[in-house]
Nanobody, 127 residues
């Protein structure tokens, strides 16, 4: 599976972005799709995940209630909506695909459960 993330950019604080991750080369609907982010000098952090039909979503503690993850299986694409951007949201955002899934949120925090990764898209938020 190949993943291509896009939609990042330079935005002012308070603005919004929708990141996209297009998948190819596999059966997209079989995968749980995750989003991670990595700020300069920090470890990669789990943001959100969504499984299969979209009925199950999981969010990292730092973004819960603010980020929204969605998927369109017909388009083989997963999205991450980031409203009200803050300077601390500045990071490279990565999408990833996990074939083996479990039904509890903590599982998706672990980057090792993901089988495929996209190249990342840079989000920079100016104050």
């Amino acid at each position: 599976v190949q993943l291509q993330a896009s939609g990042g950019g330079l935005v002012q604080a308070g603005g919004s972005l929708r990141l996209s991750c297009a998948a190819s080369g596999g059966t997209f609907s079989k995968y749980c799709m995750g989003w991670f982010r990595q700020a300069p000098g920090k470890e990669r952090e789990f943001a959100a995940a969504i499984c299969r039909s979209g009925g199950r979503t999981y969010h990292g503690g730092s973004v819960k209630g603010r980020f929204t993850v969605a998927r369109d299986n017909a388009k083989n694409t997963v999205y991450l909506e980031i409203p009200t951007l803050k300077p601390e949201d500045t990071a490279v955002y990565y999408c990833a695909a996990a074939l083996y899934t479990m039904d509890y949120s903590g599982y998706y925090y672990n980057s090792k459960v993901y089988d495929f990764w996209g190249q990342g898209t840079q989000v920079t938020v100016s104050s």
